[in-house]
Protein backbone atom coordinates (compact mmCIF):
# COMPACT_ATOMS: atom_id res chain seq x y z
CA UNK A 1 0.00 0.00 0.00
CA UNK A 2 2.66 2.90 1.23
CA UNK A 3 4.75 1.51 -1.61
CA UNK A 4 2.62 1.32 -4.25
CA UNK A 5 2.20 5.67 -2.98
CA UNK A 6 5.45 6.61 -3.10
CA UNK A 7 6.08 4.52 -6.70
CA UNK A 8 3.02 7.12 -8.17
CA UNK A 9 4.86 9.98 -6.78
CA UNK A 10 7.99 9.15 -7.89
CA UNK A 11 6.62 8.64 -11.69
CA UNK A 12 4.72 12.19 -10.66
CA UNK A 13 7.82 14.02 -10.38
CA UNK A 14 9.54 12.22 -13.13
CA UNK A 15 6.30 13.75 -15.23
CA UNK A 16 6.93 16.85 -14.09
CA UNK A 17 11.35 16.79 -15.03
CA UNK A 18 9.80 15.78 -18.61
CA UNK A 19 7.51 18.67 -18.40
CA UNK A 20 10.47 20.91 -17.28
CA UNK A 21 12.82 19.37 -20.11
CA UNK A 22 10.23 20.46 -22.85
CA UNK A 23 9.82 24.08 -21.54
CA UNK A 24 13.64 23.87 -21.88
CA UNK A 25 13.53 23.60 -26.07
CA UNK A 26 10.25 25.81 -25.67
CA UNK A 27 11.85 29.04 -24.17
CA UNK A 28 12.78 31.32 -26.44
CA UNK A 29 16.39 32.88 -25.77
CA UNK A 30 15.92 36.61 -24.75
CA UNK A 31 15.55 38.86 -27.23
CA UNK A 32 15.34 42.49 -27.47
CA UNK A 33 12.56 44.43 -28.05
CA UNK A 34 12.51 45.11 -31.70
CA UNK A 35 13.91 49.03 -32.80
CA UNK A 36 11.40 50.91 -32.86
CA UNK A 37 10.81 53.24 -35.74
CA UNK A 38 10.72 56.84 -34.60
CA UNK A 39 10.33 59.98 -36.68
CA UNK A 40 12.42 62.79 -35.50
CA UNK A 41 9.37 65.67 -35.22
CA UNK A 42 12.12 68.79 -35.83
CA UNK A 43 14.55 67.09 -38.88
CA UNK A 44 11.43 64.33 -39.69
CA UNK A 45 14.15 61.75 -40.68
CA UNK A 46 13.57 58.24 -39.04
CA UNK A 47 16.00 56.27 -36.61
CA UNK A 48 15.54 52.99 -34.84
CA UNK A 49 17.79 54.12 -32.24
CA UNK A 50 16.48 54.10 -28.61
CA UNK A 51 17.53 57.10 -27.18
CA UNK A 52 15.86 60.36 -26.24
CA UNK A 53 17.59 62.38 -28.64
CA UNK A 54 17.49 62.53 -32.51
CA UNK A 55 21.27 60.86 -34.03
CA UNK A 56 20.68 63.04 -36.74
CA UNK A 57 19.51 66.89 -35.07
CA UNK A 58 20.50 65.98 -31.51
CA UNK A 59 16.64 67.63 -30.10
CA UNK A 60 14.94 65.82 -27.86
CA UNK A 61 12.43 63.03 -29.37
CA UNK A 62 9.52 64.35 -26.84
CA UNK A 63 6.55 66.49 -29.45
CA UNK A 64 5.58 69.82 -28.32
CA UNK A 65 3.68 69.38 -30.89
CA UNK A 66 1.53 66.22 -29.37
CA UNK A 67 1.35 68.67 -26.15
CA UNK A 68 -0.13 71.61 -28.64
CA UNK A 69 -2.47 68.80 -30.06
CA UNK A 70 -3.77 67.55 -26.32
CA UNK A 71 -3.73 71.47 -25.29
CA UNK A 72 -6.03 72.21 -28.45
CA UNK A 73 -8.18 69.41 -27.45
CA UNK A 74 -8.58 70.49 -24.35
CA UNK A 75 -9.47 74.09 -25.02
CA UNK A 76 -11.91 72.42 -28.13
CA UNK A 77 -13.19 70.51 -25.54
CA UNK A 78 -13.59 73.51 -22.73
CA UNK A 79 -14.96 75.62 -25.34
CA UNK A 80 -17.48 73.25 -26.24
CA UNK A 81 -18.41 72.65 -22.26
CA UNK A 82 -18.60 76.42 -21.69
CA UNK A 83 -20.96 76.72 -25.25
CA UNK A 84 -22.94 74.03 -23.72
CA UNK A 85 -23.40 75.80 -20.24
CA UNK A 86 -24.00 79.62 -22.32
CA UNK A 87 -26.59 77.77 -23.88
CA UNK A 88 -28.46 76.18 -20.98
CA UNK A 89 -27.98 79.59 -18.98
CA UNK A 90 -29.14 81.62 -21.91
CA UNK A 91 -32.19 79.02 -22.05
CA UNK A 92 -32.71 79.13 -18.33
CA UNK A 93 -31.76 82.94 -18.13
CA UNK A 94 -34.74 83.65 -20.40
CA UNK A 95 -37.24 81.92 -17.95
CA UNK A 96 -35.80 83.61 -15.36
CA UNK A 97 -36.31 86.77 -16.92
CA UNK A 98 -40.01 86.13 -17.93
CA UNK A 99 -40.43 84.96 -14.35
CA UNK A 100 -38.74 88.51 -13.32
CA UNK A 101 -40.76 90.46 -15.51
CA UNK A 102 -44.11 88.77 -13.91
CA UNK A 103 -42.48 89.52 -10.42
CA UNK A 104 -41.61 93.28 -11.51
CA UNK A 105 -45.43 93.41 -13.03
CA UNK A 106 -46.82 91.99 -10.12
CA UNK A 107 -44.88 94.30 -7.65
CA UNK A 108 -45.50 97.31 -9.71
CA UNK A 109 -49.17 97.03 -9.50
CA UNK A 110 -48.97 96.73 -6.05
CA UNK A 111 -47.10 99.69 -5.68
CA UNK A 112 -48.97 101.95 -7.92
CA UNK A 113 -52.11 100.80 -5.53
CA UNK A 114 -50.20 101.72 -2.19
CA UNK A 115 -49.06 105.01 -3.75
CA UNK A 116 -52.72 105.81 -4.68
CA UNK A 117 -53.39 105.15 -1.32
CA UNK A 118 -51.00 107.15 -0.20
CA UNK A 119 -51.92 110.15 -1.89
CA UNK A 120 -55.50 109.63 -0.98
CA UNK A 121 -54.50 109.25 2.44
CA UNK A 122 -52.12 112.65 2.28
CA UNK A 123 -54.86 114.16 0.47
CA UNK A 124 -57.68 113.10 2.95
CA UNK A 125 -54.94 114.24 6.01
CA UNK A 126 -54.50 117.43 4.02
CA UNK A 127 -58.06 118.07 3.74
CA UNK A 128 -58.50 117.63 7.64
CA UNK A 129 -55.58 119.93 8.68
CA UNK A 130 -56.10 122.49 6.33
CA UNK A 131 -58.89 125.17 7.41
CA UNK A 132 -61.79 124.74 5.87
CA UNK A 133 -62.95 127.98 3.39
ZN1 LIG B 1 16.07 65.10 -35.70
Known sequence: MGGGAADAGRSAGDESEA???????????PV??????RVCPHCARIS???GRRCPYCGRSFRRRSN???????????????LGGVAVMFTIAGREVDEQLDREVERVE???DRNFEGIQ???????DRRLPEP
Open 109 to 111: REL
Open 48 to 50: YED
Open 32 to 37: DQPAVQ
Open 120 to 126: RDVREEL
Open 19 to 29: GHRIDDTHTLP
Open 67 to 81: LGAIAAMLAVSVAVV
